[in-house]
């Protein structure tokens, strides 16, 4: 075995082992084991991003293997105290957990599969792979969130809670693993839509109200990917759980632990204050009206170390500290001016609601094989026709009011075409047939609760359509509306569905969009879709239905480059890799949005510059004059170097990858 799985196999149980102890605490704190399995997975998570990052914020991020291994002392000393006890707590874990319904136990082959795709294959996001973890290489060279140098803006503006998580797999010079972090919060999301639902009714309604989220195709694609967005909705999905128990029972411990996971929240995507703010007022109003509230006062008047390590949690993972950085080097708090214009809306409420008429169209997500059989046996092109009553209708109306990327208005019709991949995808169809509804249902309900929750997930939605512009691959904001609108789901089906058969038919149709979210993930196929449409149509291509699929592409995973070739068209990295020895200084110039991590990751004993951007802007007068022995362009050609150099190679390929490395003379 190669020392790189290994090594990402371990971290990866150590994890487990942290995340099986805190459910074990959780439980013996009388907290029941359904809910305790997602409250501890995102507790667990919030926790180890809280110590990177002020590992980073200290300049010591070595230090985090100090405080690794104290939790494994002190986890281990919990067990040795009641031995007995943790294997009563785990059999009734394994009990819990324990598959009694054929889709359950689909559910669970699904679980392992992803498991391993998020393990074994490489990554290859596109925005992975200029900024979520091309960044973490940054921060580890320079031991600091604070660089003085970079690529891309989104580098250095951008929350870090969830893109640090990939630094325990990075300082030993493994990727193998990465996505596992986005496989446990699709594990919470399910395990809490679980939970939620049995406060609504039957085992039998919780299962169904798990299915129903855990074939969210957006969701499924996300969990073996390696954007925050994902945490975001496990994040929001475990904080409902919260609010729910919370509605029922007020407790000091969990209210301090659903502040703790709000602020992790924040610490992912400064677009999850979105959701932060309503909810938060929400949750002051439940609290304002608790009989008991004077008892909870005094239970933190009689908890004042854990008020204030929660305190210190709250500042580190919020990002406060982030913030006031951004607003004294930038001007505002999350980040230039003239980056920030990009990506917010620039027409007021005019532009939100244009964007949500946008939205609404993207949203209607009934899969490709739905469009193919409409084609096939009708005649119609579901897609063509809804871009077509978008164009004729909606388009002379809204023009370009909600967008400010220039380039956006002529992605529409590309993605209207329902996606199959992390970046394309929304919700599947039952989003229309129930999560929609249930949103709707839930404002009308009895229950204040739901009341509750549907305000929050409405808020959201025109929050996110009033202050972000609108781009065709924005539906990955969306991703926590469906994961937090689990009680909602329950609730409709509770009213309207409380049938076996409903229930039945329901089971049934998640567990074939689950199947097919799982083979058919564009980016990570297990059957190749393209030669099963061949084959529909008469060519004989049945050997490649099973050929050209992620695994042998990737070689089992062997090939860390896959994905990197694709984009660039070559082998440049190994080229890279060959020619620069250890050790030396190597300036990086980029142009627009550029794939840095395949260079950083190959050659980790390199020290990288990044020559694009600098913090200080007069650093710019200096016209690359740097004190580097090699520079390598990416996604340019670097005309305009004034130092004596030697060309090693240079790469002008198609797609306009172009590439450039020199030697300083």
Same mark, same amino acid.
């Given at each position: 075995m190669k020392a790189e799985i290994l090594i990402g196999i371990l971290l990866k149980v150590e994890l487990l082992f942290f995340i099986i102890s805190l459910i074990t605490y959780f439980s013996r704190r009388g907290i029941i084991i359904r809910d305790a399995v997602p409250l501890a997975i995102t507790t667990c998570i919030a926790v180890y991003s809280f110590f990177i990052q002020l590992c980073f914020l200290l300049g010591q991020p070595q230090l985090l293997i100090i405080f690794e291994l104290v939790f494994l002392v002190v986890v281990f000393i919990y067990i040795s105290k009641q031995p007995g006890q943790y294997g009563f707590d785990l059999a009734g874990l394994l009990q819990a957990i324990k598959p009694r319904e054929t889709s359950v136990y689909i559910l669970y082959i699904v679980l392992i599969y992803l498991a391993a795709l998020a393990f074994f294959i490489p990554e290859g996001n596109y925005d992975s792979m200029r900024y979520n973890i091309a960044r973490v290489p940054m921060f580890m060279q320079a031991e600091s969130f604070f660089l003085d140098s970079f690529t891309e803006y989104h580098q250095v503006v951008f929350p870090v809670g969830g893109d640090i998580l990939f630094y325990p797999n990075l300082r030993f010079n493994t990727d193998y693993g990465l996505a596992i972090n986005a496989w446990f919060a699709y594990l919470a999301i399910i395990s809490s839509s679980y939970a939620i639902g049995r406060y609504f009714g039957s085992r039998s309604l919780a299962i169904t109200v798990m299915l129903i989220v855990a074939s969210v195709p957006v969701l499924v694609f996300q969990a073996t990917g390696t954007k925050p967005d994902i945490w975001c909705a496990a994040v929001a999905s475990t904080a409902m759980l919260l609010l729910i128990r919370a509605s029922l029972n007020m407790d000091g411990f969990e209210l301090l632990l659903l502040i703790v996971l709000i602020a992790f929240g924040l610490s992912l995507k400064f677009t999850f204050v979105a959701f932060a703010l309503p909810f938060c007022i929400a949750l002051l109003l439940l609290i304002a009206k608790q009989p008991n509230i004077l008892v909870l006062i005094d239970s933190g008047k009689n908890n004042l170390i854990c008020v204030l390590l929660v305190s210190v949690m709250v500042i580190v993972l919020s990002q406060l500290w982030l913030m006031v950085h951004n607003h004294f080097y930038w001007g505002h708090f999350s980040g230039p001016e003239r980056f920030i214009d990009r990506h917010v809306n620039p027409d007021g409420i005019k532009g939100a609601i244009a964007n949500l008429v946008r939205y609404f169209f993207q949203s209607i997500h009934l899969l490709t094989p739905t469009n193919i059989a409409f084609e096939k046996f009708l005649h119609i092109s579901l897609t063509d026709s809804m871009h077509n009553l978008y164009q004729d209708h909606f388009q002379p109306l809204l023009g370009r009011l909600g967008i400010a990327d220039s380039r956006s208005d002529l992605s529409l019709k590309v993605r209207t075409r329902w996606g199959d991949g992390e970046n394309g995808a929304w919700f599947g169809p039952l989003w229309c047939l129930i999560i929609l509804p249930a949103i709707v249902y839930g404002l009308f309900a009895q229950k204040?609760?739901?009341?509750?929750?549907?305000?929050?997930?409405?808020?959201?939605?025109?929050?996110?359509?009033?202050?972000?512009?609108?781009?065709?691959?924005?539906?990955?904001?969306?991703?926590?509306?469906?994961?937090?609108?689990?009680?909602?789901?329950?609730?409709?089906?509770? &009213?309207?569905?409380?049938?076996?058969?409903?229930?039945?038919?329901?089971?049934?149709?998640?567990?074939?969009?689950?199947?097919?979210?799982?083979?058919?993930?564009?980016?990570?196929?297990?059957?190749?879709?393209?030669?099963?449409?061949?084959?529909?149509?008469?060519?004989?291509?049945?050997?490649?239905?099973?050929?050209?699929?992620?695994?042998?592409?990737?070689?089992?995973? /062997?090939?860390?480059?896959?994905?990197?070739?694709?984009?660039?068209?070559?082998?440049?990295? /190994?080229?890279?890799?060959?020619?620069?020895?250890?050790?030396?200084?190597?300036?990086?110039?980029? &142009?627009?949005?550029?794939?840095?991590?395949?260079?950083?990751?190959?050659?980790?004993?390199?020290?990288?510059?990044?020559?694009?951007?600098?913090?200080?802007?007069?650093?710019?007068?200096? /016209?690359?004059?740097?004190?580097?022995?090699?520079?390598?362009?990416?996604?340019?050609?670097?005309?305009?170097?004034?130092?004596?150099?030697?060309?090693?190679?240079?790469?002008?390929?198609?797609?306009?990858?172009?590439?450039?490395?020199?030697?300083?003379?």
């Open positions: 204040t609760i739901l009341k509750v929750i549907a305000v929050c997930l409405i808020c959201y939605i025109f929050i996110i359509s009033w202050q972000i512009s609108w781009m065709p691959w924005n539906g990955r904001f969306f991703s926590l509306v469906p994961a937090a609108g689990a009680a909602l789901v329950a609730a409709l089906l509770s &009213r309207f569905g409380a049938h076996q058969l409903i229930f039945s038919v329901l089971r049934f149709s998640t567990i074939l969009i689950l199947c097919y979210c799982t083979i058919f993930n564009q980016e990570k196929e297990l059957l190749n879709a393209r030669a099963m449409i061949d084959l529909a149509g008469g060519k004989d291509t049945f050997r490649q239905i099973f050929t050209n699929n992620i695994w042998s592409q990737t070689q089992f995973g /062997h090939n860390r480059q896959y994905y990197t070739e694709k984009y660039f068209g070559d082998s440049r990295v /190994h080229e890279f890799a060959k020619l620069i020895p250890q050790g030396a200084n190597v300036g990086v110039l980029t &142009r627009g949005s550029s794939w840095v991590y395949p260079f950083f990751a190959i050659r980790p004993d390199i020290n990288f510059t990044a020559l694009t951007f600098f913090k200080d802007s007069s650093r710019f007068k200096d /016209h690359f004059n740097y004190d580097v022995d090699y520079i390598l362009c990416i996604n340019t050609s670097c005309e305009r170097l004034e130092q004596q150099t030697q060309q090693l190679w240079s790469k002008d390929v198609e797609y306009g990858r172009a590439g450039l490395l020199v030697k300083v003379l």
